[in-house]
């Protein structure tokens, strides 16, 4: 999976510490993901109707 940067404030950063902290996570990085993957979730849930397992596809080369 490809690595995106974003900047954030410092308002945003509290925010994602305590996500951080609240779930038991060891970075910020890992709140995006966990962030990312219960929008997700929550979204496939709202389409069809029941939640779904989500895993990392790693590219073959070719």
């Known amino acids: 999976m490809a690595d995106q940067s974003i900047t954030l404030d410092d308002a945003e950063l509290d925010v994602l510490e305590r996500i951080r ?8 990085e890992q709140v995006g993901e966990w962030l990312l993957k219960s929008g997700v979730r929550k979204s496939a849930r709202g389409i069809t109707g029941r939640g779904r397992a989500l895993y990392q596809v790693e590219r073959k080369p070719k």
């Open 21 to 28: 902290q609240q779930q038991g996570l060891s970075s910020i």
